[in-house]
């Protein structure tokens, strides 16, 4: 197996378990931008006496609203996500409450890694500040600054 750009793994909610497609049409316009692709992911359902029952992506053919996601991973899936880490990731889950675990390789960084490399640099250092720290920092900078 080919090696993977980096990834970012994302855990969204879904109270209720109500889905939009909004979620979809972003992880599609992300694979078609060549920006993201999606390598793995799980649905997390919690019943209402506390049950987790998790259910891989590709075992959504059957279901009319979530069968776009079966084919946003597709035959180019990695088992990246255990049931042990899906569980821990979703812990706060509320009763009667779904979530989506997303792993996103960064597709886009792959020009930026051939670019490093043909001018004989070297990647030091590859960070994702949350955007929950970057609006603490702005606010911070904000109020320094009267």
């Known amino acids: ?60 053919a059957g279901d009319p609203d979530l069968a776009p996601l079966a084919d946003l991973v597709g035959d180019g899936g990695v088992d990246l996500v255990s049931a042990d880490d899906a569980e821990e990731l979703t812990a706060g889950l509320g009763a009667g409450d779904a979530a989506a675990v997303v792993v996103l390789e960064h597709t886009w960084f792959a020009g930026m890694r051939s670019a490093v490399a043909e001018s004989e640099g070297r990647l030091l250092a590859d960070v994702h500040v949350p955007d929950v720290v970057v609006d603490e920092v702005l606010g911070s900078l904000e109020g320094s600054a009267h």
């Open 1 to 60: 197996m080919a090696g993977l750009e980096p990834i970012e793994v994302l855990v969204i909610s879904f109270p209720g378990s109500r889905f939009s497609g909004r979620v979809i049409e972003e992880l599609v316009s992300l694979r078609e931008r060549n920006v993201a692709r999606l390598v793995d992911a799980l649905l997390v359902r919690r019943d209402e006496e506390g049950h987790v029952r998790l259910v891989e992506f590709e075992d959504l």
